[in-house]
């Protein structure tokens, strides 16, 4: 990657990273992940591409902190990566609706989970509930918060495109 502009150090720094799913595998010199360098400046956009399995997935779970890399360090505004970072978020290819809960409990999910809403979730619930809703509305998904995923598949191909999608 060309050399960063100015002196400033990078927001996200990958510095010599190997990841091995497991300790047999570490033994075994069975890596994943194998010598990631890769620095990037602050508002910097960059897109990992390749074909399935060429662990772009896995990166993104090393860069977030979700996986922790078995040799070398990723630091992130100028902090080394140690567990879950609480600045980064991640949508999954394959879709991840919980089907016992409701539009809006699927929505709400995130908050009843992640810090700092987390503690706050049963206090703030109503007012995430209606923030939610907005939202839902906002996509064309409005009378369907109390709905289940399974339940929603007829009555939501006649939803507008958009909200289909």
Not at 14 to 19: I, S
Not at 22 to 51: K, M, S, T, Y
Not at 83 to 103: E, H, V
Request: glycine share 8%; hydrophobic share 40%; net charge positive.
């Amino acid at each position: 990657m060309a050399e960063l502009a100015g002196a400033a150090a990078p927001f996200i720094d990958f510095r010599d990273v190997w990841l091995a799913y497991n300790d047999e595998l570490l033994a075994q010199r069975q890596f994943a992940v194998e010598a990631i360098d890769l620095q990037v400046a602050q508002g910097e956009f960059i897109a990992i591409v390749g074909p399935s399995g060429c662990g772009k997935s896995t990166f993104m779970k090393l860069a977030t902190g979700l996986k922790r890399p078995s040799r070398g360090s990723i630091v992130i505004d100028g902090r080394e990566v140690d567990g879950p970072l609480k600045i980064s978020g991640m949508a999954f290819q394959a879709p991840s609706l919980l089907p016992w809960r409701t539009t809006l409990d699927n929505v709400l999910l995130p908050l009843e989970i992640v810090e700092p809403y987390r503690s706050q979730f049963r206090s703030k619930r109503a007012e995430y509930a209606e923030r939610a809703r907005a939202l839902l509305r906002q996509v064309g998904l409005g009378g369907y918060e109390s709905k289940y995923p399974g339940s929603c598949r007829a009555a939501c191909s006649s939803a507008p495109a958009s909200a289909a999608r």
